[in-house]
């Protein structure tokens, strides 16, 4: 994890953060990991739908692994699987983007005195790739990769790891993702969700799973901020008078 002076919020003594996922939600990435499990899985005799796959995409490996494979199976391959998504999803990361609009929501969230961290469960190596990707380091205090939790998504633990780092309570954080995992990970911390639909998973579905306001990404998100639940912590950031 890494840290910056994380501004006005923190100066009055009340940290207020956002906790953003990024593969999904700030980088176009969710349909590459489901093309790199897919091969992963065919490697190893497993012909899974990429739907199945996709719905999946955003838990641990080793979780989706479990939810998308047999459980009577032989296990020992379970570790190839997992290293065969890695190198694939690797082989990639030259064509991975940033979401239109997501350098400039991470700035303004800065600029407006609040915390920002991202709550990643990806490997180190792949958090590495999506932060070069986004390029907006400067706005970001602090990240978490698949180290810094015991238990990944729809456990609340990368979200906790998060929090530590940005020195931020739960009542006074929002979260933003585009997986039901993500929605389910926040609600067990009550820590309102955002969600964004550029990941590939529905409005509907986002909001079942928990979602308090849905957009259809970055742009979108930054467009409106003001009367989402992040300009909610903006208001109380900002200077009295």
């Known amino acids: ?25 700030l980088v176009d990435s969710s349909y590459f990991h489901t093309l790199a499990w897919w091969q992963a899985f065919r490697q190893q005799g497993y012909d899974v739908p990429m739907a199945s796959i996709h719905h999946c995409v955003g838990m641990g490996g080793d979780r989706l692994v479990d939810s998308l494979l047999p459980s009577g199976r032989d296990k020992d391959s379970d570790a190839e699987i997992l290293a065969s998504h890695a190198a694939i999803f690797a ?6 983007r940033a979401f239109d609009g997501a350098r400039d ?42 180290n810094d939790a015991k238990a990944s998504k729809p456990a609340p633990d990368i979200l906790i790891a998060a929090l530590e780092a940005l020195g931020v309570r739960p009542a006074d954080a929002v979260y933003v993702g585009d997986a039901v995992w993500d929605m389910q990970a926040a609600a067990a911390l ?3 969700a955002i969600a964004v639909t550029c990941g590939g998973t529905s409005a509907a579905e986002l909001r079942d799973a928990g979602a308090v306001q849905v957009y259809a990404g970055p742009r979108d998100l930054l467009e409106n901020l003001q009367d989402s639940a992040i300009g909610s912590l903006l208001t109380a950031s900002s200077p009295v008078g």
């Open 105 to 146: 929501l991470l700035a303004q969230c800065h600029a407006g005195g609040l915390a920002v961290a991202l709550a990643s469960s990806a490997r180190t190596q792949d958090l590495l790739a999506t932060r070069r990707t986004l390029g907006a380091d400067a706005h970001i205090h602090a990240a978490t990769s698949a």
């Open 190 to 192: 009550g820590i309102p």
């Open 91 to 96: 082989s990639n990361w030259p064509a991975l």
């Open 1 to 25: 994890m890494d840290s910056q002076h994380l501004g006005p919020a923190a100066s009055r003594g009340r940290r207020r953060g956002v906790l953003f996922d990024v593969d999904g939600t």
